[in-house]
C-alpha cells in the first residue's frame, strides 16, 4: 500500500473500539492507528487471537507475536459464531481482487469459475465478516483491472444490487462505508449506495481518478483532498515499517 | 486410550487409498510432517479437507496426492499464491482436481456439526453470494423465528489429523496457542492421528490450553518439528522466510518437483 492509502485508512479506525483484519490482507494500518490515533483499539484476526498488540507487522494472520499479546486466542468456531456473527465488532478492513459500484467484493476467480484465467485465494471469512461486522472498509488498488463494472464472481456482498439488498438478504451490519484507494476515497451514496469519488489524495486529478474505474464513476458534490499524512503519521508508519 | 505409535506406521495404518483427510492446523500447528509421510507412502486419490491448504496442500496438490479439495482459503498468508493449487485448477496439472469451496464460517461449523455429530450446522452467511451456486449449502427456516438460515453438511472425514505440543503416555494432547478447529476435526474424524513435539510423563495444566483426552483419539505419533514451516507456539517459531522462499521454489513445476524429491521423498523428517 501506498503511505498515503495506509495512513488514510488509519484515520478511520479513530474512534472505533474493535477492527477486524481478514486473511492476507495489510494490518499496517491497524497497527498505526493504534500508535497514532487509537491506543486502545481493540485489533482482532481472524486466526482466533483478540486484542492482538503486534509491535512487527505480522506475516500471516497466524503469526506467533499475535497470540502472545492477545488478550484472548478463540477457535475458529467461536470466532465467527461468538464474535463476528452478532455482530460484535465495529470495523472490518477487507481487501479484494475486483471491487464493483456497489462495492460487491470478489476474491474467488477471474474468468470462468470452472475454467479461471486466475484462480485467487477465495472467500476466507470474508462473506460472514462483511455481512456482520458494524461497517467495512475496503482497501483496494485504484486501476481498472480492480475497479470494475462487473464482478467475475461475488464472494462478499457490500451493497448487492443497491438501495434495500442487504436487508433483503438478511445482511445486519452497515456494510461498505468506504473503499481506502492508493487515488483517493470512494463512499456508497447516501441515496443509490453507488461509490462516488469522495476524496483524492493530494496531486490526483478528478480526471485520473475516473479514467482509473472501469465504471462510469461519479463524483460528489463537495469532493475534497484528502488531509495529507502529518510528520506524526508518517514517522510512525515508517518506524512500524523498519521493525 | 491412544495407542503411541511411530509415525510411519500410524499414517500406514490409519490412512489408505482413496479416503478424506483433514489435516487441519489454522497457521499455526499445521502437520507437515505427517503430511509428508503421507507422500512418501504414496498414498493417492484423496479428498484433501481443510479450511487453508497452505503449503502443506500446495505440495499434496503438486504431488498428484488429491482426487478432491474442501476449503475456504486456498493463498500463502502474506506473500500470494499457492502455485501448485493454481497450477491444478487453472491447467489440471499434475491432474484436474475436483473442488468444494466454503467460506470460514461454513468450513468451521461444519467442522462443528461433524464433532456434534448432527447432519448439518446453521450459520448467517453465503447469501448473496455466488457461492451459493458452486458450492454445498441450503437455506431453511427457523422454526421458532421464521429467520431464513444457511445450513452446511456436517464433515465427518475419514481420518483427521492434527499437530499438537505434548501428549502424555495415556495418548491425552494439550496444544496452546491459537487453537483453529483441531479439537473440532479430531472428534469429527472416523479416525483420529495427533502428532506432538515431544510425549511427557504428565501434562502441565496451562492457561488457556486444548485437552483431547487420550480416549478420544486414536493414535499419537511424535514428530518433533513436524510442524514446521509453520509453527507450535512455545516449541518452535514460523518459518516466515520459508513461506516467501515457497513463492519460488512452487512456481517452477521442475523446481517443485525436484524440491519435492529431496526434501520430502528422500528424505525422513526433513522439512
Known amino acids: 500500500m501506498d503511505e498515503i492509502q495506509t495512513v488514510v485508512a488509519a484515520r478511520t479506525l479513530a474512534h472505533a473500539r474493535t477492527v477486524f483484519i481478514g486473511v492476507g490482507r495489510p494490518s499496517t494500518a491497524a497497527i498505526l492507528a493504534r500508535m497514532v490515533h487509537n491506543p486502545s483499539l481493540v485489533l482482532i484476526y481472524e486466526s482466533g487471537t483478540i486484542g492482538a498488540k503486534p509491535f512487527h507487522i505480522p506475516l500471516s494472520i497466524g503469526d506467533g507475536e499475535l497470540a502472545e499479546t492477545a488478550d484472548a486466542v478463540v477457535s475458529v468456531p467461536e470466532m465467527f459464531n461468538y464474535w463476528i456473527g452478532p455482530g460484535r465488532v465495529d470495523v472490518a478492513f477487507l481487501g479484494a481482487a475486483q471491487v464493483d459500484r456497489f462495492a460487491n467484493l470478489n476474491s474467488t476467480v477471474i474468468g470462468d469459475y470452472d475454467h479461471p484465467r486466475t484462480r485467487l485465494p477465495g472467500a476466507g471469512g470474508a462473506p460472514e465478516i462483511a455481512s456482520s461486522c458494524g461497517e467495512v472498509i475496503v482497501v483496494a488498488p485504484h486501476n481498472r483491472r480492480t475497479l470494475v463494472e462487473r464482478l467475475d464472481f461475488v464472494t462478499t456482498v457490500g451493497h448487492g444490487d443497491g438501495p434495500g439488498a442487504r436487508e433483503r438478504l438478511g445482511l445486519r451490519g452497515r456494510g461498505p462505508t468506504a473503499v481506502i484507494t492508493d487515488m483517493g476515497v470512494l463512499e456508497p451514496h447516501p441515496d443509490s449506495l453507488e461509490l462516488v469519488l469522495a476524496a483524492l489524495h493530494e496531486g490526483v486529478s478528478v480526471e485520473q481518478a475516473r479514467e482509473a474505474t472501469g465504471w462510469e464513476l461519479a463524483v460528489a458534490e463537495d469532493v475534497h483532498v484528502t488531509e495529507p499524512p502529518s510528520e506524526r503519521e508518517l514517522g510512525a508508519l515508517r518506524e512500524l515499517l523498519a521493525r | 486410550m491412544a495407542r503411541v505409535l511411530g509415525l510411519s506406521e500410524a499414517v500406514a495404518e490409519l490412512v489408505h487409498d482413496g479416503d ?252
Open chain 2, 20 to 271: 478424506s483427510v483433514a489435516l487441519e492446523g489454522f497457521t499455526h500447528l499445521i502437520p507437515f510432517a505427517a503430511g509428508h509421510e503421507l507422500l512418501r507412502q504414496g498414498r493417492r486419490e484423496l479428498e484433501l479437507i481443510r479450511m487453508t491448504p497452505d503449503l502443506l496442500y500446495d505440495q499434496m496438490i503438486g504431488m498428484g496426492a488429491a482426487r478432491r479439495l474442501v476449503f475456504s482459503y486456498g493463498g500463502n498468508p502474506g506473500v500470494g499464491s499457492l502455485h501448485r493449487f493454481r497450477d491444478a485448477i487453472e491447467n489440471d496439472w499434475p491432474h484436474a482436481i475436483e473442488l468444494e469451496e466454503h467460506s470460514h464460517a461454513g468450513m468451521a461449523n461444519r467442522y462443528a456439526a461433524g464433532a456434534s455429530d448432527l447432519p448439518f450446522a446453521v450459520l448467517r452467511g453465503y447469501s448473496g453470494t455466488d457461492l451459493v451456486a458452486h458450492t454445498t449449502v441450503r437455506f431453511i427456516e427457523c422454526p421458532f423465528t421464521g429467520e431464513r438460515l444457511a445450513a452446511v453438511a456436517a464433515l465427518r472425514p475419514d481420518v483427521a489429523i492434527v499437530h499438537a505440543q505434548e501428549a502424555d503416555a495415556e495418548g491425552n494432547v494439550s496444544l496452546w496457542g491459537i487453537p483453529g478447529v483441531q479439537k473440532e476435526a479430531v472428534l469429527a474424524g472416523k479416525r483420529s492421528l495427533v502428532t506432538v513435539e515431544r510425549i511427557v510423563e504428565r501434562l502441565e495444566p496451562r492457561p488457556g490450553a486444548v485437552v483431547i483426552p487420550g480416549w478420544a483419539i486414536d493414535v499419537v505419533a511424535a514428530a518433533p518439528g513436524g510442524s514446521q514451516p509453520s509453527y507450535s507456539q512455545g516449541v518452535t517459531e514460523r518459518d516466515n522466510d520459508f513461506y516467501r522462499l515457497w513463492d519460488e521454489i512452487s512456481r517452477d513445476r521442475g523446481r517443485f518437483t525436484a524440491w519435492m524429491e529431496e526434501h520430502v521423498l528422500a528424505g525422513v523428517g526433513a522439512r
